[in-house]
T-cell receptor, first 109, second 117 residues
Framework: DQQVKQNSPSLSVQEGRISILNCDYT??????FLWYKKYPAEGPTFLIS?????DKNEDGRFTVFLNKSAKHLSLHIVPSQPGDSAVYFC????????FGKGTKLTVNP | EAGVAQSPRYKIIEKRQSVAFWCNPI?????LYWYQQILGQGPKLLIQ????????DSQLPKDRFSAERLKGVDSTLKIQPAKLEDSAVYLC???????????????FGNGTRLTVT
């Protein structure tokens, strides 16, 4: 049972453009969501979070949008930079975190 | 602030052998987690400790996996005997609070890559 789904395994974007990473979930009990970023051979690092009572949270170039009725959230990165190239994990949380499979973002110079 | 330390970084063993991983969390972090990340998948929680006690081990294959957290600090995860399907990266994470991860995001170590042949 995949409670958090990231249907795009990979995404390629030009430097300076917007990157949009999407995530769908099935568990209505999630009361918060977090995005983690992972570089090769390193552990995931926390990027940004959003409570289920909010529909948007912004932190610098990163914005997360939550659409509860559609059980969908997205991470926007504007402008994208080559250093943003990494695997991005969407997670849903209640008693514990559930990770999606990740989306590999490549930002081309 | 020093990060979460894990060792070894890599381990190759044959099936039916045993292996142990070590984790030293960030100082003062009450909660410690072990995750398994199989290639192409997201991390899956194996066990969660709060100080010395186990909070959640529902996804730990207890017939072969064991974990302990000594004195509420360091932790070891053991696999005995290993199977081919145990090949994965084993990630240790810690957090300050015992509350939800929303207010206390997890800090991950760099993981141990296990290959079982």
């Amino acid at each position: 049972d995949q409670q958090v789904k990231q249907n795009s395994p990979s995404l390629s974007v030009q430097e300076g453009r917007i990157s949009i990473l999407n995530c769908d979930y099935t568990n209505s009990m999630f009361d918060y969501f977090l995005w983690y970023k992972k570089y090769p051979a390193e552990g995931p690092t926390f990027l940004i979070s959003i409570s289920s009572i909010k529909d948007k949270n912004e932190d610098g170039r990163f914005t997360v949008f939550l659409n509860k009725s559609a059980k969908h959230l997205s991470l926007h990165i504007v402008p994208s930079q080559p250093g943003d190239s990494a695997v991005y994990f969407c997670t849903g949380g209640s008693e514990k975190l559930v990770f999606g499979k990740g989306t590999k973002l490549t930002v081309n110079p | 602030e020093a990060g979460v330390a894990q060792s070894p970084r890599y381990k190759i063993i044959e099936k039916r052998q045993s292996v142990a991983f070590w984790c030293n969390p960030i100082s003062g972090h009450a909660t410690l987690y072990w995750y398994q990340q199989i290639l192409g998948q997201g991390p899956k929680l194996l066990i969660q400790f709060q100080n010395n006690g186990v909070v959640d081990d529902s996804q730990l294959p207890k017939d072969r996996f064991s974990a302990e957290r000594l004195k509420g600090v360091d932790s070891t995860l053991k696999i005995q005997p290993a199977k081919l399907e145990d090949s994965a990266v084993y990630l240790c994470a810690s957090s300050v609070s015992t509350a939800s991860s929303y207010n206390s995001p997890l800090h991950f170590g760099n993981g141990t890559r296990l290959t079982v042949t």
